[in-house]
């Protein structure tokens, strides 16, 4: 039985949102949702949960990247574009959901 809603996919990208105010927490709680709902979905919601978790998991990737190359001074420009990627990227989320379209490049590292 399918039991997701247009609903689940918004708090995960509102979970998502507030992950970088609670050290991450609320994204891990997100994308564990939308990996577990994934699978039952129907499109375009599937391709939302993928998008979500894929968002999660490029961004620890890309903050891997960033805490490392602070010794280099680096890393804390990384953190302030990887911030303004997370946000583009959730808030094009929730346009397209409420548009009921599946998010665009859902496969990008990017935007």
């Known amino acids: ?15 998502l949102l507030t992950a ?7 994204g891990l709680i997100g994308a564990a949702v939308a990996h577990v709902y994934a699978g039952q979905a129907l499109p375009p919601l599937r391709e939302h949960l993928r998008f979500q978790y894929r968002t999660f998991w490029i961004g620890l990737f ?10 280099a001074l680096i890393g804390w420009l990384l953190f302030a574009v990887i911030f303004i990627w997370w946000v583009v990227r959730c808030v094009r989320g929730l346009i397209s959901l409420a548009r009921d379209r599946a998010p665009d490049n859902l496969t990008t590292w990017g935007f």
């Open 1 to 15: 039985m399918n039991q997701t809603s247009p609903a689940l996919v918004r708090v995960g990208y509102i979970l």
């Open 20 to 26: 970088p105010i609670t050290g991450g927490v609320t």
């Open 62 to 71: 890309y903050n891997l990247i960033a805490g490392v190359t602070t010794l």
